[in-house]
């Protein structure tokens, strides 16, 4: 079945420490993006790609890092963890970074820094 | 910046009807998403509106005024499965800015 998926599922960290966050689609979409989601804010854009080879900055970029290497792949990374970025983290995609294209979000990955 | 205001929480009872409401101030405007989140799942797709007026699908319809900064999420005849939250995003140079989320609670 077409889709995307997150892994890990859930993790708990220790502050300091490094952390990625995969994500893989398969429907060969051209953009993707990364989320964060806290309990009264809602969803906020952190980094995304509008095609393979190249990336930007959302809304809180500070302290995450993006690639992306091919078209399926889309890995966050957490140079050096801290509690405030404990949160749940949804990766989506999108067929282009086109106003009328639906986004699709995995099924989340949920971190807790300590 | 953006601002996108939507209540935090409503609730109605089984086979009622509930109006979401979604107001914003955005620097940009490409359109206007509604997603549905159940709890501890992924948003999921509801409705898009980028013309003023009234998008219907199934039970669920959706209302724009770009004029006014406006939109609701009408669910009509509710069903315990439609409690969940509901977002609201704006399209702003082509990134989805998203409300808080409105929970909707249905009880019987």
């Known amino acids: 079945i077409a889709g995307i998926t997150q892994a890990p599922t859930s993790q708990i960290l220790a502050a300091g420490r490094r952390m990625t966050l995969r994500c893989t689609q398969d429907?060969?979409?051209?953009?993707m993006y990364w989320y964060r989601q806290d309990l009264g804010l809602g969803l906020r854009l952190i980094h995304y790609s509008n095609t393979a080879g190249t990336t930007g900055k959302g809304e809180v970029p500070d302290g995450y890092s993006v690639s992306r290497a091919n078209t399926d792949d889309f890995p966050l990374t957490l140079a050096s963890a801290v509690p405030s970025q404990t949160s749940v983290y949804f990766c989506?995609?999108?067929?282009?970074?086109?106003?009328?294209?639906?986004?699709?979000f995995g099924p989340g990955t949920r971190l807790t820094v300590l | 910046g953006q601002n996108i205001d939507q209540p935090t929480e409503m609730t109605a009872t089984e086979g009622a009807i509930v109006q979401i409401n979604c107001t914003y101030q955005?620097?940009?405007?490409?359109?206007l998403f509604w997603y549905q989140q159940h709890a501890g799942e992924a948003p999921t797709f509801l409705s898009y509106n980028v013309l003023d007026g009234l998008e219907e699908k199934g039970r669920f319809s959706s209302f724009l005024s770009r004029s006014k900064g406006y939109s609701y999420l009408l669910l009509k005849e509710l069903q315990m499965k439609d409690s969940a939250s509901y977002l609201c995003?704006?399209?702003?140079?082509?990134?989805?800015?998203f409300g808080a989320g409105t929970t909707v609670t249905v009880r019987a």
């Open positions: 995003a704006v399209d702003d140079d082509y990134k989805l800015s």
């Open positions: 955005t620097s940009g405007f490409n359109g």
């Open positions: 429907m060969r979409h051209n953009a």
């Open positions: 989506a995609s999108s067929e282009t970074s086109g106003s009328t294209d639906t986004q699709y």
